[in-house]
T-cell receptor, first 110, second 110 residues
């Protein structure tokens, strides 16, 4: 079975902290994605990566950066967390038959 | 940009069929997907259809694609309470980037 693992289910961070969300996939997929999900707004793409060290901005990249040093790992970085970044964050990896998602990280910024 | 739209809510009785609809705008879509999200969980890939097909059946699930009208539907036969969840349709166009609809919340009443 394909596995996409996010490092934390729940996180609470303080405003201004630097936050790392980690995602690891075990299927050698080239494409990996970070989404955030908010009530009434659906899934919004933050960043995606189509290869090691390659990244593209999604719909809402402001306040975020990403790192893809190894094919299996895609990290989302909040440089200086703010309360409006409180959300559910979903990582996915994909091939043409579909994307597989991690279990999600619910981040609360206080 | 590309757009994927779904109705927000559907309520059915246990044992009835559910039909969840989705429309999309990207005529270059290659694959179309249905995902299920249960409360507090990530997205689970249910099924997908290639754009040159018009129907795919998988046990209780039937996917219908009308490429001319850019309309995708998911029919769940004999709907059970365990089918209560949010269902997302998604499509991939150029670059294998996924675009999601806002999700349809399915409520199954006993």
């Amino acid at each position: 079975d394909v596995k996409v693992t996010q490092s934390s289910r729940y996180l609470v961070k303080r405003t201004g902290e630097k936050v790392f969300l980690e995602c690891v996939q075990d299927m050698d997929h080239e494409n990996m994605f970070w989404y955030r999900q908010d009530p009434g707004l659906g899934l919004r793409l933050i960043y995606f990566s189509y290869d090691v060290k390659m990244k593209e901005k999604g719909d809402i990249p402001e306040g975020y950066s990403v790192s893809r040093e190894k094919k299996e790992r895609f990290s989302l970085i909040l440089e200086s967390a703010s309360t409006n970044q409180t959300s559910m964050y979903l990582c996915a990896s994909s091939y043409q038959g579909g994307a597989f998602f991690g279990q999600g990280t619910r981040l609360t910024v206080v | 940009g590309e757009d994927v739209e779904q109705s927000l809510f559907l309520s059915v009785r246990e044992g009835d069929s559910s039909v969840i609809n989705c429309t999309y705008t990207d005529s270059s879509s290659t694959y179309l997907y249905w995902y299920k999200q249960e409360p507090g969980a990530g997205l689970q890939l249910l099924t997908y259809i290639f754009s040159n097909m018009d129907m795919k059946q998988d046990q209780r699930l039937t996917v219908l694609l009308n490429k001319k009208d850019k309309h995708l539907s998911l029919r769940i036969a004999d709907t059970q309470t365990g089918d209560s969840a949010i269902y997302f349709c998604a499509e991939t166009g150029a670059g294998n980037m996924l675009t999601f609809g806002g999700g349809t919340r399915l409520m199954v009443k006993p």
